[in-house]
């Protein structure tokens, strides 16, 4: 296997390898089910390929991953899955890197979604493919193509032993009819060659060498280097600049100003102004001496401390029912015990160790019309490049070409193109290519945040300590405000994340939310509301527990119930798109992930540990996976936390690549350790207090969890979730194993923020 | 200052201004873009190159304190690839998205150069790098099955 030099391939490409003689198959998904063609000049044009495999006459196999890699192993993992259903030797298959493209389908790298959105199609395709070179073959053969199978890059005719390798089968099978779906037979698992089998990533080499090219790396010919002020709170502009001292600094080429978002934030630019220079130094320099002036915007009161406060009274009141079921009001009223909890989790900043970055060289006639643009960006979503920079140039957005580079990690931050469009409006303006670096001030100060949120829970308890009711109210601003601002309460997507999707075995049960305004830029970052409202449930389930002197695991279970499926229709749950027949709420999957991990930690034999030190346990569902937590702390008499040891259970049903989605649960633990320990973005005056490393802190190699211990639970259900759905129960597991280790309940995050000597 | 030597041959900085740190001539002045910005502040340890066999951090590492000295980055740690610690960072599959992975080598190989039988706790203190896709665990064996092999030489 290896990759292509350019990062992207094009539709273009795909034709020049048909009139060279290659096979070239597309697949399409609709609702109608999914078809392939095989490609023409006519069919590229005219029919939605959401993939593209060929195979040149020299057997060389060209699989185009069109989802963008930031660390997942996606550019590997889905070319795999293809390579497998065709048969196809891995090492001569060519993984090429797809532009921004409509027509190649979803290709937003974020939600967790791509083994979920691809894994059937590509299977499809590969099968396709491996199909007509068997029936190729047979022909040539004169017998029964059922008596042909693909097998490692040549068909074999198994009852004489005969074989011919791909290559020399593809000038003749791209004269037959594409077979219909229905008609492939596809492998079955126990065949499967790569779909479960580790392969170092396609770019381990360049990584491991420095040879990877991320956006930052990104060069075009004659391109300057540009970083932004952008203004210090979100909505401000600029009143005044004066740049002389920045054009005096050696290097220093140009300073331009460029336009804020009109209405809401959406992917469009903060505003403000570029100092574009023959270095990233220099532009830094240039930026240092720039006196800008300021006009602050409407936002430039808000102080999150305050706001985390009405926030707080907001959750006090009742708000906007949106999961009733049952009469929590009279069985609060009846419980023999009722208790409740006020949860709190900030801000927090992606800040992926790459900061945004992006190139673009856009040219123009000589009325100053756009007349191309291309662009090289570590993106997670390339259409949504093509979606923001369009507009801003004027240009029809499929005529914006996205090349997609390696990205330094993303989490979210990099499904939004804000700095794609500042490079490009800045290329225009300069005419020549524009590279934009984010510093990491910028990064941490400007960014698309986490939510600020408050959660109310309460409930009452019976005579057997597990709740008859159970009321919970969540207030935080929502991410539907970046593109609507009167968006005011969280979305039904956000609510679906850990709060209105409460599985437990609960009869009388009330999720309601409450209003709550943004001030900055609210996005989705890795786990999404998870992030906030699986502390709240998943502390509170615990806090029952100790009030019902239970066990926490078996309380857990209790409070799970009994095997069986949540109904979505009823609870209106959205279920992420995603059909219940493929991905039902299974709450014995949930169960199973929760026992088998109280079984591997040891769960039993640790439960009177000393003072000091302590075992939580936490369980979620989320991005359709199912993932059980148990955390072991100690905590040293004068406060110091540390995590011996984290065990996981993750149930994501087929796993392509185990080794990758190891890797993710491991990363899950470890940046929910940092989101736990230090997380936490404050605003004064509208203005972010944190600005690098040193202020918004990261766990490290000493105090991230030494042993990560993971399972992956074998499973033949769709596949699930990976990225995200480890995150969410990790933060409350840790938690509930402080409160075993201390007697001290965290309610709000980080913990920095508290003492934590045993009580 | 007219030249530097990286990875052992002398390139020209004529007209780079003095103050600049060491990461952005390497990266923008010399086209040498394995060696990565992360923080700009040396909280982050992604920018970490040797300077004379030991780790500095390129991003608050000016220029004219280079002088004479040898810089080493990640496109000479080794010639193919094959330093021990690329080796066992391959063989334990410790990079995710790969970005600060250049920086931790760079790191890992200057503490073993100098000690090639770390504990722990010594790992912890060397490696104060950031990782955000959370390789710390698979970094910390890479190490050990690199030390091994150096001890072994």
């Known amino acids: ?759 | 200052m007219n030249t530097i030597t990286v990875n052992g041959r002398q390139h020209s900085v004529e007209g780079v201004p003095e103050d600049t740190p060491l990461l952005w001539v390497l990266r923008d002045h010399l086209g040498m873009t394995g060696t990565k910005y992360g923080c700009g502040v040396s909280e982050c340890g992604a920018c970490t190159v040797h300077l004379d066999g030991e780790s500095v951090q390129s991003c608050v590492t000016a220029l004219s304190e280079v002088g004479e000295g040898n810089v080493t980055t990640i496109e000479g740690l080794s010639e193919d690839g094959t330093h021990p610690v690329q080796k066992a960072w391959k063989e334990h599959n410790v990079p995710q998205c790969g970005y600060c992975q250049v920086g931790q080598m760079m790191m890992a190989s200057a503490m073993l150069k100098k000690n090639q039988n770390p504990s722990d706790s010594e790992i912890d203190e060397e490696m104060w790098n950031i990782c955000r896709c959370g390789t710390y665990n698979r970094i910390r064996a890479a190490i050990k099955t690199a030390a091994t092999e150096m001890r072994n030489k």
């Open chain 1, 1 to 759: 296997m290896s990759t292509t030099e350019s990062s992207s391939v094009s539709r273009r490409d795909f034709l020049a390898g048909l009139s060279a003689g290659s096979l070239v198959l597309m697949a399409k998904a609709s609702s109608a089910g999914l078809t392939v063609t095989g490609a023409t000049p006519e069919t590229v044009e005219s029919f939605d390929p959401d993939l593209f495999v060929s195979i040149e006459s020299d057997g060389t196999v060209n699989i185009v991953a069109h989802r963008s890699e930031m660390g997942t192993g996606i550019r590997t993992s889905l070319p795999r899955v293809v390579a497998d259903e065709l048969e196809a030797d891995w090492d001569r298959v060519v993984i090429q890197q797809a532009i921004g493209d409509k027509r190649l389908g979803d290709q937003n790298t974020d939600g967790s979604n791509s083994i979920r959105f691809f894994f059937k199609r590509m299977r499809v395709a590969g099968a396709t493919a491996r199909t007509m070179l068997e029936q190729t073959a047979a022909e040539k053969w004169g017998v029964s193509a059922s008596e042909c199978r693909g097998r490692n890059h040549e068909v074999v005719h198994t009852k004489s032993n005969r074989k011919i390798g791909y290559g020399d089968l593809v000038a003749d099978a791209r004269e037959l009819d594409v077979p219909k779906p229905g008609t492939l037979k596809l492998k079955p698992a126990s065949e499967w060659k790569y779909i479960g089998k580790d392969v170092p990533v396609a770019d381990m080499d360049d990584i491991l060498t420095g040879k990877a090219v991320y956006g930052i790396d990104s060069r075009m010919e004659n391109q300057l280097f540009a970083v932004l002020a952008r203004p210090p709170v979100v909505g401000g502009s600029v009143k005044s600049v004066n740049a002389d001292k920045a054009l005096a600094v050696p290097g220093v080429v140009a300073v331009e100003q460029i336009p804020r978002f009109k209405g809401a934030p959406s992917f469009q630019p903060l505003g403000g102004v570029a100092v574009c220079a023959n270095s990233t130094w220099a532009a830094i320099q240039g930026r240092e001496a720039l006196e800008v002036d300021w006009d602050l915007g409407p936002n430039a009161d808000y102080d999150s401390e305050k706001f985390a406060e009405q926030l707080g009274a907001t959750v006090s009141q009742p708000g906007t029912p949106v999961r009733k079921q049952g009469d929590v009001g009279s069985a609060l009223k009846a419980g023999a015990r009722t208790h409740s909890a006020d949860y709190f989790v900030p801000h927090l900043s992606h800040a992926p160790m790459e900061t945004p970055c992006a190139v673009a060289d856009v040219k123009t006639d000589s009325t100053g019309k756009v007349t191309s643009c291309v662009i090289n960006a570590a993106t997670q979503n390339p259409q949504a490049v093509q979606q923001a920079v369009g507009p801003a140039l004027g240009m029809k957005n499929e005529d914006v070409i996205v090349n997609v580079t390696l990205l330094g990690a993303g989490f979210g931050r990099k499904s939004k193109p804000d700095y794609c469009v500042e490079a490009a409006v800045l290329s225009r303006a300069l005419k020549r290519p524009v590279h934009v670096t984010w510093t990491r001030e910028d990064d941490i100060r400007h960014d698309y945040f986490h939510t600020i949120s408050r959660i109310h829970v309460e409930a009452a308890v019976g005579e057997d300590g597990l709740p008859t009711a159970w009321l919970q109210r969540v207030s935080y601003p929502t991410i539907m405000s970046l593109f609507n601002p009167r968006a005011g309460s969280p979305a039904s997507f956000e609510q679906e994340m850990g709060a209105s999707d409460l599985p437990y075995d609960i009869p009388n049960v009330q999720i309601e939310t409450g209003p709550a305004a943004s001030h900055v830029r609210i996005g989705w970052l890795r786990s999404v509301c998870h992030i906030q409202q699986n502390f709240a449930v998943c502390s509170f389930a615990d806090e029952l527990a100790v009030l019902a002197g239970a066990d926490s695991y078996q309380y857990l279970m209790n409070l799970l119930g009994d095997d069986r499926e949540l109904d979505m229709k009823a609870l209106k749950l959205s279920n992420r798109g995603a059909s219940t027949d493929d991905y039902p709420y299974d709450i014995g999957r949930l169960k199973n992930v929760t026992r088998r991990v109280a079984e591997i930690s040891g769960w039993k034999e640790k439960r009177d540990l000393p003072k000091g030190r302590g075992l939580g346990i936490a369980c979620c569902r989320a991005f359709l996976g199912y993932t059980g937590h148990v955390v072991e702390v100690e905590v040293s008499p004068e406060g110091e936390v540390s995590i011996p040891n984290v065990w996981v259970v993750l149930d994501a049903g087929v796993i392509v690549s185990p080794d990758r989605v190891k890797a993710q649960v491991e990363g899950a633990a470890i940046m929910a350790t940092s989101q736990a320990r230090y997380g936490e973005i404050t605003f004064t005056n509208g203005v972010a207090n944190q600005d690098n490393f040193d202020t918004y802190r990261m766990a490290k190699m000493a105090d991230a969890p030494l042993n990560i211990h993971v399972e992956l639970l074998k499973s033949d259900a769709a596949p699930a979730g990976v990225g995200e759905t480890t995150v969410p129960s990790f933060a409350p597991a840790l938690c509930n194993a402080i409160y075993a280790a201390t007697g001290k309940r965290i309610r709000n995050l980080p913990l920095n923020r508290h003492d934590l000597t045993p009580e």
